[in-house]
C-alpha cells in the first residue's frame, strides 16, 4: 500500500485529523497540511520528535505530544524505517491507534514511494480534489460537536471523492447543534448542493431558533437561489435531520423532512418523518418538532438513505432490518457494529451511494 492509500483511508474515518504524513528514512513524505499553523514550524517539530522517538535504546513504538493550545501530534512506528504522524484537535488518539492497527493486520505494509510511481492526476480528478477540499473547508470539527456526549460515533463515506451528503453543527452555551443532510445527487453535482446548504445554515441559524424553523429558513434560502420552483422538483433537493441537544436537561429537541429518527430504549423505537423530496411546501407546511428526554442509557440513532439502500453482492438492500439488526444483537452501537454490518453486507460491491450516520447517548 502506498503511502497516500493509507492516509486517504484515515482521513476518511476520521474527520478530525489537521496535518498527516509519514517520515521514511529520514524523509518527511506524503505531507499533507490542513491545520491553520505554519507547516515549517510543524515540520520542523515533526522532525525533532521523530529523532527522539529514533533512540534505540527507548524502544518506542508510538508517543503523543501537545503541540499547541488544543494541537496534538501522535507518532506510530509502522516499520523500521517508517514512521506516521498525525496532528489533530483532539488528543483522543485511541481510535485511531486502533484502526491503524487493524490497518496494518490486513495489509501488506510494505510502502513504496510515491514519487516515481503515482501518476498524475487528470484533470476531471483535479477537479474532484478541489471540490473535496471546498467542500471540507465548510465541515465542522465533529470530534467537538460530539463532545457533551457520553458516547457517540459518527460514519461519513462518500459514493466518490465528494458527495451530497454532509454535516453541520453549532455549540453555544445551552445547547449543542447537529446536522446531517442527504443533498440530490452524487460526486461534483451532489457536493456542489451540499455546500450551498451548509452555507444557507451558516446565514440563517439563530442560536435560539427550534429545529424546525431552521429547516423553513433553509428552504426558503434555496427557494430564493434558484429561479426553479422547487415544488416541480427541480433545483438543490436537500432532507436533513436536525438535532437540537439541550445540555443540561439531556433533552433531544429534533426535527426532519425526511430522515428517521431512532430512539434505542429498551429496544428500538422509530420516529418516521415526511419526506420533502416531491412536495416540499406541503411537508413544510405542517413540519414540527419533538422531543425526547433522554434517560441514562438511553441513545438516538440517525442517519441518510445511503446505509439502509446499499446493495450487497447478493443484489439486494442492505434495508432499515439489517441496518438495526446489529443494534438489537449488541444492545448498543460501537464503531464495531453498524459500520462493520455495513462492510460485510457490501462486500466487494461498490458503494452505490453517499453514506452519514450518526450515534448519540447522553
Not at 457533551?148 to 454532509?166: C, I, L, N, R, T
Not at 448542493?193 to 429558513?217: C, R, T, W
Amino acid at each position: 500500500m502506498k503511502p497516500t492509500q493509507f492516509i486517504n483511508q484515515l482521513e476518511s474515518n476520521f474527520t478530525d485529523i489537521l496535518d498527516i504524513g509519514f517520515i521514511v528514512n529520514g524523509e518527511i513524505k506524503g505531507y499533507q497540511h490542513k491545520s491553520d499553523l505554519d507547516p515549517e514550524d510543524v515540520e520542523g517539530l515533526v522532525m525533532r520528535l521523530y529523532f527522539l522517538g529514533m533512540d534505540p535504546n527507548k524502544q518506542i513504538k508510538f508517543f503523543i505530544n501537545q503541540y499547541a493550545e488544543n494541537r496534538f501530534l501522535y507518532y506510530i512506528k509502522i516499520s523500521d524505517e517508517v514512521w506516521l504522524f498525525v496532528l489533530s484537535d483532539n488528543n483522543n488518539f485511541a481510535k485511531l491507534h486502533f484502526f491503524i492497527q487493524y490497518l496494518l493486520s490486513d495489509i501488506d505494509a510494505t510502502f513504496e514511494d510515491d514519487e516515481h510511481e503515482e501518476q498524475p492526476l487528470t484533470e476531471e480528478q483535479e477537479k474532484m480534489e478541489s471540490a473535496k477540499r471546498i467542500q471540507n473547508l465548510l465541515f465542522p470539527s465533529m470530534s467537538k460537536l460530539l463532545e457533551p456526549f457520553s458516547d457517540a460515533y459518527f460514519y461519513y463515506e462518500p459514493k466518490d471523492v465528494v458527495g451530497g451528503d454532509f454535516y453541520w453543527g453549532k455549540t453555544t452555551k445551552e445547547h449543542q447543534w447537529i446536522i446531517i443532510g442527504d443533498c440530490t445527487g452524487h460526486s461534483v453535482e451532489g457536493a456542489l448542493g451540499s455546500v450551498s446548504v451548509m452555507s444557507i445554515l451558516n446565514q440563517v441559524f439563530e442560536h435560539d431558533m427550534s429545529p424546525h424553523l431552521l429547516i423553513k429558513a433553509l428552504h426558503k434560502g434555496l427557494n430564493d437561489i434558484q429561479e426553479q420552483d422547487l415544488t416541480q422538483g427541480y433545483g438543490i433537493g436537500c432532507e436533513i435531520m436536525v438535532i437540537k441537544y439541550h445540555k443540561k436537561s439531556h433533552t433531544v429537541e429534533y426535527s426532519s423532512n425526511g430522515l428517521s429518527m431512532y430512539l434505542m430504549r429498551d429496544g428500538i423505537t422509530k420516529y418516521k418523518t415526511k419526506s420533502s423530496s416531491f412536495a416540499p411546501e406541503g411537508v413544510l407546511k405542517y413540519i414540527r418538532s419533538r422531543k425526547i428526554k433522554l434517560e441514562p442509557n438511553d441513545a438516538i440513532f440517525t442517519c441518510s438513505d445511503g446505509l439502509p439502500d446499499q446493495i450487497g453482492k447478493n443484489g439486494r438492500k442492505l434495508k432499515v432490518k439489517g441496518m438495526l439488526a446489529p443494534i438489537k444483537e449488541h444492545k448498543e452501537v460501537s464503531k464495531k457494529t453498524i459500520e462493520d454490518a455495513f462492510m460485510k453486507w457490501k462486500g466487494n460491491a461498490p458503494q452505490t451511494d453517499d453514506v452519514i450516520f450518526l450515534y448519540l447517548k447522553a
